[in-house]
């Protein structure tokens, strides 16, 4: 295994992680709490990795960790769960899966990545791949959700571009900035979810697992191999990683909650998985020089965070030496 596709991997456990959301949340959390799910998700990740990196912004890095937080976490979230919520049948998930589209436009237009007929042909598929997975006959559209679901694809799309674009600051390393970008986001979230569903509700320590493995393997470790895996990667690469999300939660519903895989479902997983497969083939983009510097920090991290970042490479050495 290259290197290439070691990252490729690793980058990849983050939407899978991503599709067990839908199951935790239904069976682990208190119904009705969307918000406020999200703002657990958001806040303590980012508290956490505040804590243990011991860094903060400096300069411009303030706002631009407020855009990246508002964009990849304070606006994605509500959105995203505003149209699973007006959406029923997969219809969101599907709304969604057109995200590598805006990922290719915004890409051209910020990136200076010209769009190809692999890029184009590969985000399409995989958008039809998704649908036939998630999508239930006769499933309604209602048109707040899927303006909200749209909105969401696009923040998020936006977000992968302008971590992209951004990179982070010498001496940062992936994890500082992950734990920047969930504190703002779950700053942003803080507010709206008491405006709109009140106090916070009584929690049993099942509701506190749940919310505990939501903020700390579901989106602290996740959205860390997700950014780093942007750095790495290009962004329309990164992006298509995103149906793993939706497969991984259909199979998951499948086994653990006895629902059916039939034919097209299973189609669907297969035209999916090649979308995600074509479009990590193509050449790594290769590192602008300012920021090849800032590949490998270590002499200025955090004893935390350098830990992390010596876990993450054994990993990638020893899935080459596999």
């Not at 456990?13 to 239904?26: E, H, K, R």
């Not at 998704?130 to 799309?157: C, E, F, P, Y």
């Not at 790495?232 to 990683?241: D, F, G, K, N, Y």
């Not at 669907?268 to 983009?285: E, H, K, N, S």
Request: aromatic share 10%; hydrophobic share 55%.
């Amino acid at each position: 295994m290259s290197r290439k596709a070691a990252v490729v991997a690793l980058t990849a456990l983050a939407p899978i992680s991503w599709g067990s959301t839908y199951f935790v949340t239904t069976e682990f959390l208190p119904p009705d709490r969307p918000l406020f799910t999200g703002l657990m998700r958001a806040l303590p990740a980012g508290l956490l990795l505040l804590a243990l990196t011991r860094k903060l912004p400096q300069g411009a890095w303030w706002w631009k960790s407020a855009v990246l937080g508002a964009l990849n976490i304070g606006a994605f979230f509500p959105l995203l769960f505003l149209a699973a919520y007006r959406l029923p049948g997969g219809v969101a998930a599907v709304v969604g899966s057109v995200g590598p589209l805006f990922v290719v436009g915004l890409a051209a237009l910020f990136l200076g990545d010209k769009p190809t007929v692999k890029s184009l042909l590969t985000a399409v598929a995989a958008a039809f791949g998704v649908s036939l997975v998630v999508l239930k006959v006769g499933a309604a559209l209602d048109l707040v959700g899927v303006i909200a679901g749209l909105l969401s694809a696009l923040s998020m799309s936006a977000g992968v571009v302008f971590t992209k674009r951004w990179g982070r600051p010498e001496g940062v390393g992936a994890l500082a900035l992950t734990g920047w970008q969930l504190t703002a986001g779950g700053l942003i979230i803080l507010p709206v979810a008491f405006l709109i569903e009140g106090a916070p509700p009584a929690l049993t320590g099942t509701h506190l697992a749940g919310y505990a493995y939501l903020a700390f393997g579901n989106t602290a470790v996740s959205y860390f191999l997700w950014f780093r895996g942007i750095e790495r990667l290009s962004a329309s690469s990164v992006t298509l990683l995103g149906p793993l999300s939706p497969i991984t939660a259909a199979i998951i519903g499948w086994a653990a909650l006895g629902q059916a895989l039939g034919p097209v479902q299973l189609l669907g997983m297969v035209i999916a998985f090649g979308a995600t497969l074509a479009g990590q083939l193509g050449p790594r983009t290769p590192k602008k020089p300012e920021q090849a510097e800032q590949v490998e920090p270590t002499e200025t991290f955090s004893s935390a965070e350098q830990r992390v970042q010596e876990v993450s490479m054994d990993l990638e050495i020893s899935a080459v030496r596999r």
